[in-house]
């Protein structure tokens, strides 16, 4: 794992583009702010800044995969949804892309098949639909960390903040073990939140969490840095 900076360069189909060494962005925030509004940027980038520098590693690390261009140009971009200045990242189209949808899958379960991992977290929804493919390719069980009141038997559960106020995080009891391996997997990492509330939970019921791994990432809003130094792994990022 290494350190890792990024900043703007010609982007592939859909504004998507693969990731490369690059040097340090201009310490600006960015025109839109993809999937999420956050009219306070500047105020959480100066203090996503203060925290110490996380380890982040790309897929094309060590040479590109030529399998990364066919993943990147199947994602769409939709402007202003769910709401104005938002540019939504949407992986449905890979789903429709067999191929693509299995080139994913297939660079997650090799990079995690001899990691020991016992246990899949997947963060809702979109956790839902990457992490039980990959627990069934490496042969360990699926847990899924799910909005309040979404789990009938008995949670646990974990708060954390956003722009707006705060969110919960659950999971059944028993779910996770002490001394389970984990990996936690979304979609997309943003501000690092979500992640780091689901590092936090698996935490405290004793897990030990390996890595946390995302189809895409939006490198402008640092949200690798808030995930306390736990490694994180991501196929392309958002341009």
């Known amino acids: 794992m290494f350190p890792f900076s ?33 009219p306070n940027f500047r105020r959480r980038l100066l203090l996503l800044r203060s925290v110490s520098t996380a380890v982040r590693a790309m897929a094309s690390e060590g040479g590109e995969d030529p399998r990364l261009p066919r993943i990147a140009s199947t ?14 990242q949407d992986i449905t189209t890979l789903l429709l892309d067999h191929e693509a949808f299995r080139h994913t ?4 379960v090799e990079r995690y098949r001899d990691k ?26 699926f ?14 559960s974990e708060e954390y903040s956003l722009e707006y106020g705060t969110d919960i995080m659950e999971m059944h009891v028993g779910a996770v073990q002490p001394g389970d391996r984990a990996l936690v997997i979304d ?23 390996v890595e946390c791994a995302c189809v895409i990432e939006l490198p ?20």
């Open 105 to 108: 899958i297939d660079m997650f």
């Open 187 to 209: 979609d997309l990492i943003a501000t690092g939140g979500t992640l780091a509330a689901a590092i936090r939970l698996l935490e405290r019921v004793g897990a030990e969490v």
């Open 6 to 38: 990024s900043s703007a360069s010609a982007p592939l189909a859909h504004s998507l583009r693969l990731p490369s060494p690059s040097p340090l962005p201009p310490r600006t925030p960015p025109s839109h702010l993809y999937r999420l509004g956050l």
């Open 220 to 239: 402008e809003l640092q949200g690798y840095q808030r995930l306390g130094g736990k490694p994180l792994f991501v196929l392309v990022k958002a341009a």
């Open 116 to 141: 020991r991992i016992t246990v899949v977290a997947g963060i809702e929804a979109r956790g839902f639909i990457f992490g039980p493919p990959i627990a069934l390719a490496i042969g360990c069980k």
């Open 75 to 88: 994602i769409r971009v939709i402007p202003d949804f769910p709401k104005p200045g938002i540019m939504f």
């Open 143 to 156: 847990v899924p960390m799910r909005k309040p009141k979404k789990l009938p038997g008995e949670v646990i």
